[in-house]
């Protein structure tokens, strides 16, 4: 016998309070980043927070869909997942490819730091390149791993729960 937890109108549930919740979420965060980039002057950075933002209301109207039954949430839900994976990706490759402010940082750094750095056999220029292409090769990899697995979990999982959902 099935267990409660397996019913469809719950896995219907569970997904569009995901979805809203990681919606909102991006939304919240991705607006702060867009305001921040922009105040900072950072063109590149201001941009790419308005397109995950773009993202964060497509998710949310793919919930809304979701809530009403509707089988173009998966469509809106998906795509949004994809979207804004494609939107980090663009942003690391940018910034790996077009590191401009990275002479700012260099002021901040220790007499020991540039020991350490030295002891490395990098100069500061070269570890501060090494650093940056590092960080957003993992925030790229990290971003894969996660909204491609979103992506994947909301185009499998309405399988579930499709026999629920009305046409367009």
Same mark, same amino acid.
């Given at each position: 016998m099935p267990s409660p937890k397996d019913s469809p109108v719950l896995a219907l549930a569970r997904m569009h309070k995901l979805a809203k919740r990681e919606g909102t979420l991006l939304l919240i965060l991705s607006g702060v980043f867009a305001v921040?980039?922009? *105040? +900072?002057?950072?063109?590149p950075g201001a941009l790419a927070g308005v397109a995950a933002s773009g993202t964060a209301v497509l998710e949310l109207h793919g919930a809304t869909l979701l809530a009403a039954c509707?089988?173009?949430s998966r469509r809106y839900l998906v795509g949004s997942q994809l979207a804004? %994976? +494609? /939107? #980090?990706? =663009?942003y690391c490759a940018w910034r790996t490819t077009h590191p401009s402010d990275l002479e700012r940082?260099?002021? %901040? %750094? &220790? /007499?020991? *730091?540039? =020991?350490? #750095?030295?002891? %490395?056999?990098? &100069? =500061? $220029?070269? @570890?501060f390149l090494l650093t940056?292409?590092? &960080?957003? $090769?993992i925030v790229a990899a990290v971003s894969l791993l996660y909204q491609g697995g979103m992506a994947c979990h909301y185009y @499998?999982?309405?399988r579930v729960f499709s026999h629920l959902l009305t046409g367009d």
């Open positions: 921040l980039a922009a *105040m +900072a002057k950072d063109g509707r089988r173009r804004l %994976l +494609a /939107t #980090i990706l =663009v940082i260099e002021p %901040l %750094l &220790t /007499t020991e *730091m540039k =020991v350490a #750095i030295a002891q %490395l056999g990098l &100069t =500061v $220029s070269q @570890f940056n292409r590092l &960080t957003y $090769s @499998f999982k309405q």
